[in-house]
């Protein structure tokens, strides 16, 4: 069974611009939450999606934002890029998000200039 | 609000020793899951264990095993015959049960294994 797949690996974009990062989970798998990593902040949970619906959402501006479509394939989208986004973009799929275990992507680099 | 707390930002251990590391957290909630995950140079986080709260037993992996103190809310990680793979960063992660189905994660403790 393939993993969790997120591409680009690694993206470098300018501050202002916006960016557009994907994530395919496992087969089977309905829930697919998305992690901002950082040196600082640690990791930080950025939405959760459920059968093409936000269930749950992080304190993070509205600059972040996410959808899923009915394969369960999700993205996110930064607008407006700012140098603190600069971070490893982490995401992760289950089979519903409750009691079990999500398995990791490994995730996007991206690098705000 | 749920914290993690991991108190040791760096550890060291001989191969084929054993080592334990430290995990607290802070809830209010009777019924969660915690977790420790591992992230090698690779990136990708990977599942080492996993807790549930209502059980007494504590979770055994291999050479991976737990010591859950559910009223001191601790959750320390034990690894047993250290191996040069299991250098990486180890994080702490509660659950929720219900609700809301997001890791609150620790900030990490950075492990490494010396041949």
């Known amino acids: 069974k393939a993993g969790v797949t997120q591409t680009p690996r690694y993206l470098i974009k300018t501050r202002g611009q916006q960016v557009t990062l994907s994530c395919s989970p496992i087969?089977?798998?309905?829930?697919v939450s998305w992690y901002q990593q950082t040196p600082g902040q640690g990791l930080q949970f950025l939405f959760e999606?459920?059968?093409?619906?936000?269930?749950n959402k992080g304190n993070f501006p509205g600059r972040f934002s996410g959808r899923q479509f009915s394969n369960s394939r999700s993205e996110m989208n930064v607008s407006t890029l700012e140098l603190g986004d600069s971070a490893l973009y982490l995401c992760a799929s289950s089979p519903t998000g409750q009691n079990t275990e999500a398995f990791f992507g490994q995730g996007t680099r991206l690098t705000v200039v | 609000a749920q914290t993690v707390t991991q108190s040791q930002p760096e550890m060291s251990v001989q191969e084929a020793e054993t080592v334990t590391l430290s995990c607290t957290y802070d809830t209010s909630e009777s019924n969660y899951y915690l977790f420790w995950y591992k992230q090698p140079p690779s990136r990708q986080m990977i599942l080492v264990i996993r807790q549930e709260a209502y059980k007494q037993q504590n979770a055994t992996e291999n050479r991976f095993s737990v010591n859950f103190q559910k009223a001191a809310k601790s959750f320390s990680l034990k690894i047993s015959d250290s191996q040069l793979g299991d250098t990486a960063m180890y994080f702490c992660?509660?659950?929720?049960?219900?609700?809301?189905?997001?890791?609150?994660f620790g900030t990490g403790t950075r492990l490494k294994v010396l041949a």
């Open positions: 999606y459920f059968s093409e619906t936000q269930r």
């Open positions: 087969s089977g798998h309905r829930s």
């Open positions: 992660a509660f659950k929720f049960t219900s609700g809301t189905y997001k890791y609150i």
